[in-house]
């Protein structure tokens, strides 16, 4: 891709970011034991030199997790009011900038899954959510203060968790006016995955599904999080989503209406990072016929996740140079949930997604689309 469109290069990305415990992101990758102590070892001196600023947190949004690293107000003693904490995120942000001598800048939200949200009147203009931000409205959690920091300085932002963040008015509103790209949300990585890619060949072939049990187990900081019922509804909201979508069940009734969907979550600190994903999936084929499809996805879920934050610094980097600026639906391959227009419908089949991707990257560079009509070799 990096041949045909203007990408920038990792070697040329730096890294920085706030969280709630002062770790160094040695020490942090350590703890987590995704990577092999060797290969950390090798880059241990530059892993090293990147220390988390103190984060904004308010626990009533991730009821499971609790760290001391978190931003204060003026007398360093209490909570900072949220005014006041994107203010201090916008200066962390100058700060870097300033002193990498970074030409430009993408911010990630690979915070964890905060509780169930739903869009309300502080959330519809850019006005009334500044408003809520100076009166310390609790409908502005921590994940929204980070976005408006970012969007507000006109930095590309992506929300890689599935809670309500920048996909509300009013920031969809903001990145507007200040010609920032947006994305997300919700990072397709694991069971999701195999579910949109499973899901499509289903339909092509109409085959009927009666049942979808999907389960997973995990150990790691993530599932500690989504223990607490609040978080795992934001979660459970999300990957439900995708199959309605796909099997389009009002235009298929027969075959899809009665489907039962079924997700679920575990916590299993054993497992660690290593998530373990169940789906039974009851289908019918002709003359009503029962069979079943069972797939146990063994992952790791930093591994999966990982490269596609850093696909999502490029193309975001790459789209704020291109001028494209509000929901980039284009990126939807990489989401659960993807962010669109609200007259539109989220696209979920993951190869439309890719497609759709592959086209919007060939229309930045003006070249034709690609169709798969064919027919040029045969007329």
Known sequence: IGDVVALSSLDDLEFGGWDIFSDDCYAAARTAGVI???LLD?????????????????????????????????????????KDLADQVVADIRQFKADRALDRLVMIWCGSTEVFMVESPAHATVESFERALESNDPAIPSSMV???????????????APNLTADIPALVELAAR????????????????????????LKARLLGV?????TNILGNRDGEVLDDPESFK????????????????????????QLCHVVRINYYPPRGDNKEGWDNIDIVGWLGYPMQLKINFLCRDSILAAPIVLDLALFLDLAKRAGMHGIQEWLSFYFKSPMHAPELYPEHDLFIQLM?????????KGEELITHLGREYYD
């Open 210 to 214: 009666e049942g979808w049990y999907s």
């Open 42 to 82: 090798k880059v241990r001196p530059e892993l090293e030199k990147i220390r988390p600023w103190p984060a904004v947190f308010d626990q009533r949004y991730v009821k499971r997790l609790d760290g001391p690293n978190v931003k204060r107000g003026a007398n360093k003693k209490e909570l900072a009011e949220q």
């Open 356 to 364: 759709k991707l592959k086209n919007t990257l060939r229309y930045m």
């Open 36 to 38: 092999e102590p060797s």
């Open 146 to 160: 980070y976005a408006y920091a970012a969007i507000r300085e006109g930095i590309p932002y992506a929300n890689a």
């Open 178 to 201: 200040t010609k920032t790209p947006l994305a997300g949300k919700d990072l397709k990585t694991g069971q999701t995955l195999i579910k949109t890619i499973v899901a499509p060949g």
């Open 234 to 257: 934001t979660k459970e909201e999300s990957k439900k989503s995708v199959l309605d979508y796909i099997l389009q069940p009002h235009l298929y009734p027969d075959l899809y209406a």
